[in-house]
């Protein structure tokens, strides 16, 4: 299962040194420094959604029937 993981750091050449050293498969998707007004923005999107019960109810389904596909495929 893939997931998105949000990092904001200083050291980001640690990180990445990290993860190659241990073989994890990572996508950088934005590296650039962005203002701060757009992070909070993108944060507060990202809570807002956290919050939003239907989102999560649906993401529940999702992941139920994606189980129920694998059990399905043995």
Not at 4 to 30: D, W
Not at 49 to 55: F, G, I, S, T, V
């Amino acid at each position: 299962m893939k997931e998105i993981i949000i990092i904001e750091t200083q050291q980001g050449e640690k990180i990445k040194s990290l993860l190659n050293r241990e073989k994890v498969n990572y996508q950088i998707v934005y590296d650039k420094l962005l203002s701060s007004s757009h992070q909070e923005s993108i944060f507060a999107k990202y809570g807002e959604a956290l919050k939003d019960k239907e989102r999560e109810t649906e993401a529940k389904d999702l992941e139920n029937s994606e189980e129920e596909d694998i059990v399905n495929e043995e």
